[in-house]
T-cell receptor
Framework: DGGITQSPKYLFRKEGQNVTLSCEQNLNHDAMYWYRQDPGQGLRLIYYSQIVNDFQKGDIAEGYSVSREKKESFPLTVTSAQKNPTAFYLC????????????FGEGSRLTVL | AQRVTQPEKLLSVFKGAPVELKCNYSYSGSPELFWYVQYSRQRLQLLLRHISRESIKGFTADLNKGETSFHLKKPFAQEEDSAMYYCALYNFNKFYFGSGTKLNVKP
């Protein structure tokens, strides 16, 4: 079953702790993205990666970090420096072709207690 | 800076009525625009892209460069169209999304 898998679906964290959200895809897509979704604000880009071992900051990268050691994987770490980390996080990928269609995961909901 | 604006948070129509979800963008070049949809308990997915000039599930969207708009239209709404709709703009490997409009089609 091809697609994008995000885990965990729900995560609770205490203030001051780092947490890593997993995103794996078996679609052989080159580009991967992390978005944050807050009510009334749509999707805001955190980080994106076009190829392995390369990634760029999006519009709201502060307090987040990523790695892209494998084509299939693009984990997102929410660090303690992120001031308002409680949110819904979406991972997406797309092949580098003319269609530019994003394929999304089911999302991970992070709650900071 | 690129920006996508969806002015309506919620749009309620009756079944069979026409529907128009508004999207305006700010971009200096030739934009690539998309509509994404999220049905209840499903993943966000592509509905249509302006470059294809296609009609999907009865929806169409025309790019109006003069008004910098990309409104989504359907002449006769169905209950199964109830969902969250996002307008998106692509530029230099990044996708920018609007805040979304929730469409509620009443029976």
């Amino acid at each position: 079953d091809g697609g994008i898998t995000q885990s965990p679906k729900y995560l609770f964290r205490k203030e001051g702790q780092n947490v890593t959200l997993s995103c794996e895809q078996n679609l052989n897509h080159d580009a991967m993205y992390w978005y944050r979704q807050d009510p009334g604000q749509g999707l805001r880009l955190i980080y994106y990666s076009q190829i392995v071992n390369d990634f760029q900051k999006g519009d709201i990268a502060e307090g987040y970090s990523v790695s892209r050691e494998k084509k299939e994987s693009f984990p997102l770490t929410v660090t303690s420096a992120q001031k308002n980390p409680t949110a819904f996080y979406l991972c997406a990928s797309t092949p580098r072709d003319d269609k530019k269609e994003l394929f999304f995961g089911e999302g991970s909901r992070l709650t900071v207690l | 800076a690129q920006r996508v604006t969806q002015p309506e948070k919620l749009l309620s129509v009756f079944k069979g009525a026409p529907v128009e979800l508004k999207c305006n963008y700010s971009y200096s070049g030739s934009p690539e625009l998309f509509w994404y949809v999220q049905y209840s308990r499903q993943r966000l997915q592509l509905l249509l892209r302006h470059i294809s000039r296609e009609s999907i599930k009865g929806f169409t969207a025309d790019l109006n460069k003069g008004e910098t708009s990309f409104h989504l239209k359907k002449p006769f709404a169905q209950e199964e169209d109830s969902a969250m709709y996002y307008c998106a703009l692509y530029n230099f490997n990044k996708f920018y999304f609007g805040s979304g409009t929730k469409l509620n089609v009443k029976p």
